[in-house]
Nanobody, 128 residues
């Protein structure tokens, strides 16, 4: 069974940092483009960041550029989202997602409809 599991999340003060992780089981992430999405109460799910299967191509939503960094460790079958300089408006449930692509592909997307597999989500709250 293919699963994405996201421990982590939590409460952090404005200006603080948090690293989210997402581990895959039942499949190897080497052949998958990976993305992070978030959904705040009353808002649509939005793409935050994504990384190609090659790891060489990344993209970020304008709202998080310069503050968030996506990375992947294929040896650990895990994708990360390092979040710095957090703001109250970053408060949301964060989801990781995966879609199968060729090994070494440079393709990526911030559109949620492109992804086939989803984690259960983890709450991130930025508040003093």
């Amino acid at each position: 069974q293919l699963q994405l599991v996201e421990p982590g999340g939590g409460l952090v003060q404005p200006g603080g940092s948090l690293r989210l992780s997402c581990a895959a089981s039942g499949f190897t992430l080497d052949y998958y483009t990976l993305g992070w999405f978030r959904q705040a109460p009353g808002k649509a799910r939005e793409g935050v960041s994504c990384i190609s299967s090659s790891g060489g191509s990344t993209n970020y939503a304008d709202s998080v550029k310069g503050r968030f960094t996506i990375s992947r460790d294929n040896a650990k079958n895990t994708v990360y989202l390092q979040m710095n300089s957090l703001k109250p408006e970053d408060t949301a449930v964060y989801y990781c997602a995966a879609v199968e692509r060729m090994y070494g592909s440079r393709w990526y997307s911030l559109r949620s409809g492109e992804y086939d597999y989803w984690g259960q989500g983890t709450q991130v709250t930025v508040s003093s």
